[in-house]
Protein backbone atom coordinates (compact mmCIF):
# COMPACT_ATOMS: atom_id res chain seq x y z
CA UNK A 1 0.00 0.00 0.00
CA UNK A 2 1.49 3.49 -0.71
CA UNK A 3 1.67 5.35 2.33
CA UNK A 4 3.91 7.92 4.45
CA UNK A 5 4.81 6.92 7.72
CA UNK A 6 5.30 9.03 10.49
CA UNK A 7 6.59 7.77 14.09
CA UNK A 8 6.05 8.42 16.63
CA UNK A 9 2.36 9.03 16.13
CA UNK A 10 2.24 10.57 20.20
CA UNK A 11 5.31 12.22 22.14
CA UNK A 12 5.63 13.88 25.04
CA UNK A 13 9.00 15.43 25.77
CA UNK A 14 10.54 18.34 27.93
CA UNK A 15 12.46 21.47 27.37
CA UNK A 16 15.94 20.67 25.68
CA UNK A 17 15.66 16.45 25.03
CA UNK A 18 16.78 16.29 21.39
CA UNK A 19 14.34 14.31 19.33
CA UNK A 20 13.68 13.13 16.40
CA UNK A 21 10.25 12.09 14.31
CA UNK A 22 10.54 9.73 11.50
CA UNK A 23 9.16 10.38 7.69
CA UNK A 24 8.65 7.42 5.70
CA UNK A 25 7.25 7.35 1.81
CA UNK A 26 7.08 3.90 -0.36
CA UNK A 27 6.01 5.68 -3.58
CA UNK A 28 9.63 6.69 -4.64
CA UNK A 29 8.99 10.24 -4.74
CA UNK A 30 11.06 12.95 -5.12
CA UNK A 31 9.70 16.19 -2.92
CA UNK A 32 9.23 15.67 0.58
CA UNK A 33 8.28 18.32 3.19
CA UNK A 34 7.22 18.69 6.30
CA UNK A 35 4.47 20.98 8.37
CA UNK A 36 3.43 21.70 11.43
CA UNK A 37 -0.35 22.38 12.09
CA UNK A 38 -1.72 25.20 15.00
CA UNK A 39 -5.43 26.47 15.95
CA UNK A 40 -5.83 29.47 13.93
CA UNK A 41 -2.48 29.43 12.30
CA UNK A 42 -3.45 26.68 9.94
CA UNK A 43 -0.34 24.54 7.97
CA UNK A 44 2.69 26.11 7.72
CA UNK A 45 5.63 24.76 5.76
CA UNK A 46 8.77 23.97 7.79
CA UNK A 47 11.24 22.90 5.63
CA UNK A 48 11.19 20.83 2.28
CA UNK A 49 13.12 18.52 -0.08
CA UNK A 50 13.78 18.12 -3.78
CA UNK A 51 15.60 14.90 -3.78
CA UNK A 52 18.46 13.43 -2.13
CA UNK A 53 20.62 16.03 -0.34
CA UNK A 54 18.35 18.53 -1.61
CA UNK A 55 16.89 20.36 1.44
CA UNK A 56 15.71 24.28 1.53
CA UNK A 57 14.08 26.02 4.41
CA UNK A 58 10.12 26.17 4.29
CA UNK A 59 8.50 29.35 6.15
CA UNK A 60 8.74 28.55 9.58
CA UNK A 61 12.39 26.27 10.14
CA UNK A 62 13.85 28.08 13.01
CA UNK A 63 14.23 25.34 15.95
CA UNK A 64 14.23 22.55 13.28
CA UNK A 65 16.96 20.55 11.30
CA UNK A 66 15.98 17.98 8.55
CA UNK A 67 18.15 15.57 6.21
CA UNK A 68 17.92 13.22 3.45
CA UNK A 69 20.17 10.92 2.69
CA UNK A 70 17.77 8.79 1.13
CA UNK A 71 15.00 9.03 -0.98
CA UNK A 72 12.25 7.41 1.41
CA UNK A 73 13.10 8.75 4.42
CA UNK A 74 13.34 12.12 5.29
CA UNK A 75 12.97 12.76 9.68
CA UNK A 76 12.66 16.46 11.46
CA UNK A 77 14.86 17.21 13.95
CA UNK A 78 14.38 19.21 17.22
CA UNK A 79 17.60 19.65 18.77
CA UNK A 80 16.40 21.27 21.80
CA UNK A 81 13.18 21.68 21.90
CA UNK A 82 10.71 24.41 22.91
CA UNK A 83 7.46 24.36 24.50
CA UNK A 84 6.12 27.18 21.33
CA UNK A 85 6.97 23.76 19.11
CA UNK A 86 4.54 22.06 20.44
CA UNK A 87 2.01 21.30 17.75
CA UNK A 88 0.72 18.75 15.18
CA UNK A 89 3.79 17.57 12.66
CA UNK A 90 2.97 16.25 9.42
CA UNK A 91 5.14 14.59 6.69
CA UNK A 92 4.12 14.90 3.18
CA UNK A 93 5.85 13.29 -0.06
CA UNK A 94 4.43 13.84 -4.22
CA UNK A 95 6.73 12.34 -7.28
CA UNK A 96 6.83 16.01 -8.24
CA UNK A 97 5.81 19.72 -9.63
CA UNK A 98 2.25 20.31 -10.16
CA UNK A 99 1.00 16.93 -8.52
CA UNK A 100 -1.34 14.91 -5.43
CA UNK A 101 0.82 15.02 -2.06
CA UNK A 102 0.49 12.48 -0.20
CA UNK A 103 0.56 12.91 3.82
CA UNK A 104 1.78 11.05 6.81
CA UNK A 105 -0.91 10.73 10.00
CA UNK A 106 0.45 13.09 11.88
CA UNK A 107 2.54 13.30 14.86
CA UNK A 108 1.37 15.39 17.85
CA UNK A 109 3.80 16.57 20.26
CA UNK A 110 4.05 18.12 23.46
CA UNK A 111 7.07 19.72 24.45
CA UNK A 112 6.74 20.73 28.79
CA UNK B 1 2.19 32.61 -5.30
CA UNK B 2 -1.55 33.71 -5.72
CA UNK B 3 -3.97 34.35 -2.71
CA UNK B 4 -6.99 32.03 -1.90
CA UNK B 5 -10.14 33.25 -0.75
CA UNK B 6 -12.85 30.93 0.68
CA UNK B 7 -15.57 30.91 2.64
CA UNK B 8 -14.56 30.03 6.87
CA UNK B 9 -17.30 27.65 7.12
CA UNK B 10 -20.22 26.37 5.45
CA UNK B 11 -23.09 24.20 6.74
CA UNK B 12 -25.30 21.41 4.91
CA UNK B 13 -27.50 18.66 5.60
CA UNK B 14 -27.06 14.44 4.45
CA UNK B 15 -28.44 14.61 0.72
CA UNK B 16 -27.81 17.68 -0.38
CA UNK B 17 -25.01 18.83 -2.94
CA UNK B 18 -22.31 21.48 -1.67
CA UNK B 19 -20.27 24.21 -3.63
CA UNK B 20 -17.60 25.75 -2.14
CA UNK B 21 -15.92 28.95 -4.25
CA UNK B 22 -13.02 29.79 -4.20
CA UNK B 23 -11.71 33.48 -5.51
CA UNK B 24 -8.06 33.76 -6.45
CA UNK B 25 -7.35 36.63 -8.55
CA UNK B 26 -4.09 36.75 -9.08
CA UNK B 27 -3.70 33.16 -10.53
CA UNK B 28 -0.63 32.81 -13.05
CA UNK B 29 -0.61 31.49 -16.11
CA UNK B 30 1.14 27.92 -14.80
CA UNK B 31 -1.04 27.38 -11.97
CA UNK B 32 -3.10 25.03 -11.38
CA UNK B 33 -6.25 25.04 -8.66
CA UNK B 34 -5.97 22.09 -6.51
CA UNK B 35 -8.39 21.24 -3.81
CA UNK B 36 -7.48 19.10 -0.23
CA UNK B 37 -9.80 17.43 2.65
CA UNK B 38 -8.77 17.21 6.19
CA UNK B 39 -10.32 15.47 8.89
CA UNK B 40 -9.31 16.28 12.40
CA UNK B 41 -6.07 15.30 13.41
CA UNK B 42 -5.62 13.59 9.80
CA UNK B 43 -3.08 14.65 6.92
CA UNK B 44 -4.94 16.97 3.99
CA UNK B 45 -5.91 14.04 1.61
CA UNK B 46 -6.38 15.32 -1.99
CA UNK B 47 -9.84 15.47 -3.43
CA UNK B 48 -9.24 16.89 -7.23
CA UNK B 49 -6.75 19.15 -9.79
CA UNK B 50 -7.81 21.67 -12.62
CA UNK B 51 -6.66 23.95 -14.61
CA UNK B 52 -9.83 25.37 -16.42
CA UNK B 53 -12.91 24.19 -17.54
CA UNK B 54 -14.78 21.10 -15.65
CA UNK B 55 -13.11 17.73 -13.84
CA UNK B 56 -14.80 15.30 -12.27
CA UNK B 57 -13.58 12.15 -10.04
CA UNK B 58 -15.88 9.55 -8.32
CA UNK B 59 -15.50 12.13 -5.34
CA UNK B 60 -16.36 15.60 -6.50
CA UNK B 61 -16.25 18.11 -9.69
CA UNK B 62 -14.34 21.41 -10.12
CA UNK B 63 -15.83 23.91 -11.85
CA UNK B 64 -13.05 26.59 -13.11
CA UNK B 65 -14.46 29.55 -15.60
CA UNK B 66 -12.52 30.90 -17.88
CA UNK B 67 -10.87 33.99 -16.75
CA UNK B 68 -9.78 31.39 -13.73
CA UNK B 69 -10.06 34.01 -11.23
CA UNK B 70 -12.61 31.68 -8.90
CA UNK B 71 -12.98 27.88 -8.92
CA UNK B 72 -15.70 25.78 -7.27
CA UNK B 73 -15.46 22.50 -5.77
CA UNK B 74 -18.83 20.63 -6.33
CA UNK B 75 -19.44 17.81 -3.59
CA UNK B 76 -22.29 15.75 -4.49
CA UNK B 77 -25.19 14.73 -2.33
CA UNK B 78 -23.38 14.73 0.95
CA UNK B 79 -23.08 12.69 4.12
CA UNK B 80 -22.01 12.75 7.62
CA UNK B 81 -18.39 11.72 6.64
CA UNK B 82 -17.93 14.84 4.45
CA UNK B 83 -17.93 17.15 7.50
CA UNK B 84 -14.20 18.69 7.23
CA UNK B 85 -12.03 21.44 6.50
CA UNK B 86 -11.68 22.14 2.27
CA UNK B 87 -8.53 23.67 1.76
CA UNK B 88 -8.52 25.68 -1.54
CA UNK B 89 -4.47 25.48 -3.39
CA UNK B 90 -3.02 27.45 -6.17
CA UNK B 91 0.22 25.64 -7.27
CA UNK B 92 2.64 26.37 -10.00
CA UNK B 93 3.48 23.87 -12.62
CA UNK B 94 7.23 25.21 -12.46
CA UNK B 95 9.90 24.44 -10.22
CA UNK B 96 9.15 23.58 -6.85
CA UNK B 97 5.58 23.86 -6.45
CA UNK B 98 5.00 24.60 -2.66
CA UNK B 99 1.79 23.67 -1.21
CA UNK B 100 0.49 26.84 0.76
CA UNK B 101 -2.68 26.04 2.62
CA UNK B 102 -5.01 28.76 3.99
CA UNK B 103 -7.43 28.79 6.51
CA UNK B 104 -9.59 26.31 4.28
CA UNK B 105 -13.49 26.20 4.64
CA UNK B 106 -14.86 24.36 7.82
CA UNK B 107 -17.95 22.37 6.47
CA UNK B 108 -20.54 21.02 8.80
CA UNK B 109 -23.26 18.16 7.66
CA UNK B 110 -26.29 17.89 9.60
CA UNK B 111 -28.69 14.83 9.68
Known amino acids: EAQVTQNPRYLITVTGKKLTVTCSQN?????MSWYRQDPGLGLRQIYY???????DKGDVPEGYKVSRKEKRNFPLILESPSPNQTSLYFC???????????FGQGTRLTVV | LAKTTQPISMDSYEGQEVNITCSHNNIATNDYITWYQQFPSQGPRFIIQGYKTKVTNEVASLFIPADRKSSTLSLPRVSLSDTAVYYC????????????FGAGTRLAVHP
Open chain 2, 89 to 100: LVVDSGGYNKLI
Open chain 1, 27 to 31: MNHEY
Open chain 1, 92 to 102: ASRPGTNTEAF
Open chain 1, 49 to 55: SMNVEVT
